[in-house]
């Protein structure tokens, strides 16, 4: 066997290893009653009239997309091995920081069973609050960039699945106005592409950017943590497997996705 694939396979299992683990940490298989007349939660992919917060009054059916600021981004590289591994990613002296690595590593694990798409913006390639960046971390960003497209993909998403989106209709002095409540530079670059992605959600760790949320949402994208983000998929059902793994009544989605996301990681990844 080709040692390429023979490495594919093993990082496509630890998609489903990682799932297996948060629920085994989680403990909740058979403290949540089962009621026989529960809403079926529509998966893999969101009906997006269940969350007005993830999509902002569209309707239809199709991913969730979730474009990446730069701090999320370093995240994944910095931590990505101890996260897909399984491993606890609190640090004691961060805490809050700690906290958004456990979402983050949540949030992968649902990645691995919905059609969520995660998407590092071609503006994550350079780091513009540092100005011009080494030649390894250029190498870095733009292999992540290329091995998260690559993910991405592999996703069920098509244009036309009848979405619709509230920014058509927007004058361009409400989005520059919008735009301008973001801190100038880099994050109003950053902000500015993920709108013009579609992206459904911001990702982001920035207490500044947080703090324009409010003038960016009608635009049709909300600005969240990975904890915020998490909480908003717990109310549309999609961390269910916790406690009903029947829930997951689709086939799994091609696992090759999990394997372009790990070959993303830096090499030396702690």
Not at 204 to 227: F, Q
Not at 241 to 266: G, M, N, R, T
């Amino acid at each position: 066997m080709d040692p390429g694939t023979a490495e594919m396979y093993v990082n496509e299992a630890r998609g489903v290893q990682l799932v297996q683990t948060m629920i085994d940490r989680a403990g909740m298989i058979g403290r949540v009653p089962l009621r026989p007349h529960r809403p079926r939660v529509v998966g893999p992919g969101f009906d997006y009239r269940s969350s007005y917060v993830l999509f902002a009054g569209r309707s239809g059916y199709g991913p969730l997309r979730v474009a990446l600021d730069t701090n999320i981004v370093i995240d994944y590289f910095d931590h990505g091995e101890r996260l897909w591994g399984g491993e606890s990613v609190v640090d004691p002296a961060a805490q809050d920081h700690g906290e958004d690595l456990e979402a983050l590593q949540m949030l992968l694990a649902t990645w691995v069973l919905r059609d969520i798409h995660f998407v590092m913006l071609r503006q994550s390639l350079r780091d513009s609050k540092r100005g011009r960046v080494g030649s390894d971390r250029a190498s870095r960003n733009r292999n992540g960039w290329l091995e998260f497209y690559k993910a991405l993909t592999h996703g069920g998403y098509h244009e036309g699945d009848g979405r619709q989106d509230p920014r058509v209709a927007l004058p361009s002095r409400i989005v520059d106005a919008a735009i301008d409540a973001i801190p100038i530079g880099g994050d109003q670059r950053m902000v500015r592409a993920a709108l013009l992605d579609g992206a459904h959600v911001y990702l982001t760790r920035d207490k500044k950017v947080l703090r324009a949320r409010a003038m960016v949402r009608p635009l049709g994208m909300s600005i969240l943590t990975p904890g915020e983000l998490l909480e908003e998929l717990s109310l549309c059902g999609a961390l269910n497997f916790l406690w009903d793994p029947a829930s997951l009544y689709w086939p799994l989605p091609d696992q090759e996705k999990v394997a372009h996301l790990i070959w993303a990681l830096p090499k030396n990844a702690a």
